[in-house]
């Protein structure tokens, strides 16, 4: 079941679900936006082959802050990693499905499918990928929507993953 604005709140004010900073618009009617930070990271144009064993991106990224004034372009086709400016902390009995809003999409913007697991902390590193055209994005912008499903009893397991606890934007790590 998907949670309506009213059942975000309840959640958000029982402290069930954590989303910090919470701005007046953060939450909708069905989900909630969440906001770009202020780091970014750009794959490099290089030759530096990526082992998914060890996971050696980090050497493949430029990373750098930008300021709300700047903002940071992406160019067509481009892969960028972002984060978001909130953190997250998800009870054992919601899963979050994470969305771009639809203005970034129509920007020609995309992302790939993205679980947020139930009792996952920290915050969201998202996966942007340029379009034809270059497109300037700018840190506090809302350009996620997150629709919560409740699962059918709390899990069993909740995630304590490698990117638990996970501050800013988190290249790739190893099994």
Known sequence: MILSDWD???????GLLVIKPLFEDTVRENGVDLRFGYR????????ILIDTRV????EALDCLETSLREGLVIK???????????????????????NLRSSFARAGI?????????????????????????VIIYPEQRFLHVVFLR?????????????????????????
């Open 8 to 14: 975000i709140r309840v959640y958000l004010e029982k």
């Open 40 to 47: 970014f990271c750009r794959f490099k144009n290089t030759d």
């Open 55 to 58: 996971m050696n991106v980090s």
């Open 76 to 98: 067509p086709y481009e892969h960028i990693l972002a984060t978001t400016l909130e953190w997250v902390e998800l009870p054992h009995d919601l899963v979050g499905l994470v």
């Open 110 to 134: 995309y992302i790939p499918p993205t679980v947020i697991d139930a009792g996952f902390k920290g915050n969201i590193t998202i996966e942007l990928i340029g379009g034809p055209s270059p």
């Open 151 to 175: 699962t059918s009893s709390p899990v069993y397991k909740p995630y304590q993953g490698k990117y638990q606890g996970q501050m800013s934007v988190t290249p790739p790590r190893p099994d």
